[in-house]
């Protein structure tokens, strides 16, 4: 029999031999691990119920394509992925959902922020899921507003969104939802309505985008401020040297981390990209190009949506005042380092990477 391996031997994971199905079959039969590989024609995609029926487990399920761990279960009872939607605690669970909504925003929130919340939630419809995240702790106090009341929070004392958006924003978590606003508690809305922008969004086909930021508040990079005489930008100019290719940022493919707004494809793979441990999220705005492709094109800022940002430290003061230094001073300096060791990490994993696919190229050889 003239037989070719998909790929090298030394490409091949090591316990391909090893899985039980392979050793019942085996066993039952007295064949080599070669002889079943060379059945099934692809040593890849070992077809496990012609193995279980050698071996005489024709009643036993395992099914490789399953979520992981899920093997030994039926495909039609796997649920791989959620939502927040509320239900009832009685009646027919067809009949709990009146709406479902298509969008999902989220504020990473202190008590003190209530009005400015309030009027940012005000301009989210009903198509949204609202959900915030209370970095001091403080929940029932948000019922005197009629809309927390449907609103789903989290609690964990002086965490910031992204430690949130790492642990409750997994991509199957939220995977009913087409956008997914991540937000800070500090920003202005009056010039900002929610429909609207992702009407433009999908208009300008933008898979990661913010609003434009209104210029004399709180702006820190050109490409973020707001274009008075159009829809949408997606580059800009900045200041010299800042910008080693006008296709990358600060200059284009750039938004910033105070205001994200991901298409559920765009953040399944950022969230991937979160690190755990690195909380600030700094440095992760200029890797979000990563994700999208062609990143120019699909990353951007929307004009005619504007916000502005308040600029208002209430997270920062949660830090610890250390060797004298005021508790911001702690949180600024973190925030350099994460951006600083993030950085670092992109680099040596795309590294890593090249690497690895330098010696698989040089040793692609068939048997």
Known sequence: ???????????????????????????????????????????????????????????????????????????GIIVPESDFYLRRLWGNPSEDLTLQQKYLVTFTVGYDQKNNIDAAVKKFSENFTIMLFHYDG????????????????VSARKQTKWWYAKRFLHPDIVARYEYIFIWDEDLGVEHFDAEEYIKLVRKHDLEISQPGLEPNKGLTWQMT???SDREVHKETEEKPGWCSNPQLPPCAAFVEIMAPVFSHNAWRCVWHMIQNDLIHGWGLDFALRKCVEPAHEKIGVVDSQWIDHKVVPSLGNQGKAVD?????????????????????????????YYKKMAVISTNDTHV
């Open 225 to 227: 401020k707001r274009r």
């Open 138 to 153: 403080r929940t029932s106090e948000w019922d005197e507003f009629e809309w927390s009341k449907r609103a789903i929070h």
């Open 324 to 352: 004298g230094k005021a508790p911001w001073q702690g949180v600024r300096e973190r925030c350099h380092k994460e951006w600083s060791m993030f950085q670092t990490r992109l680099a040596d994993a795309e590294k890593a």
């Open 1 to 75: 029999m003239n037989f070719s391996l998909p790929v090298p031997l030394s490409q091949l994971p090591p316990r391909t031999c090893e899985g039980k199905l392979v050793r019942d079959a085996r066993k039952a039969t007295g064949k080599s691990c070669m002889h079943f590989l060379i059945m099934m024609g692809n040593l890849k995609y070992l077809n496990a119920s012609f193995l279980m029926r050698v071996a005489g487990k024709k009643n036993e399920i395992y099914v490789p394509s399953n979520p992981k761990g899920t093997e030994r279960l039926a495909p």
